[in-house]
């Protein structure tokens, strides 16, 4: 796999995450503030965090960043695997 295959999966991957939670946000707010509330805990620590709505331009901008932020992830993870092949 080349390193712009590895960035575009990785990236790809990181943004359907990012949606799906997006998605569920919209649905079951409740329940993911429930759900954050129990990580949170696991973790020994109380964070005031509320899950709220947000806007299409937000959301967008969020799918759209965590894509270019994969994608750099997963390129510089195959060049290291490039590097480390050799």
Excluded: C
């Excluded at 759209?64 to 590097?83: D, E």
């Amino acid at each position: 796999m080349t390193k712009n295959e590895m960035g575009v999966v990785f990236g790809s991957f990181i943004a359907i995450v990012h949606a799906v939670w997006l998605v569920l946000v919209a649905l079951i707010p409740a329940g993911l503030q429930s759900f954050l509330d129990w990580i949170v805990g696991l973790h020994g620590m109380s964070i005031a965090m509320m899950v709220t709505s947000t806007s299409w331009g937000n959301a967008i901008t969020l799918v759209i960043v965590t894509f270019v932020i994969g994608y750099i992830l997963g390129w510089v993870f195959g060049w290291v695997v490039k590097k480390v092949r050799k």
